[in-house]
């Protein structure tokens, strides 16, 4: 009697272990189906900031300040290739702002920001100078584009 006891559990087991198999197999394959496209949407999501960032143009903007009789910040440094912006106030009296090499000469008048863009395509160490008579100090003020 225990014999048949044994195999009638064993049985049991059998067909239940069956019956998993077959219902947990068609689970495994619905749920690696729907987890394929919650896993493809931060991928799909990933390219498109790397664009913005790639097709965004490199502008660097410098605001510069101009008073007798110095340039603050008094040297900038960008790298070869990089659209610069300077953003350049005299705060006393009229100062200019030349760069000779890239073509650069403006007069700045008090208060009134003046806006400069060019693309740094020259290597080297540049003399900023002001071209505006400005006082005692006027020769002496300079400052200097680094262009690596
Ligand atoms: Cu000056």
Known sequence: MKKIILFLVLGVFLVSACANQNTQAPENLVGGGSEVPGQKQPIIEEPATKDTEVSGINVKEFKITAKQFSFTPSTIEVNKGDKVR???????????????????????????????EFTADKEGTFTAYCSVFCGSGHSGMKGNLIVK
């Open 86 to 116: 300077l953003i350049v106030t005299s705060m006393d009296v009229p100062h200019g702002i030349a760069i000779k090499e890239y073509g650069i000469n403006e007069r700045l008048e008090v208060g009134k920001p003046v806006t400069i």
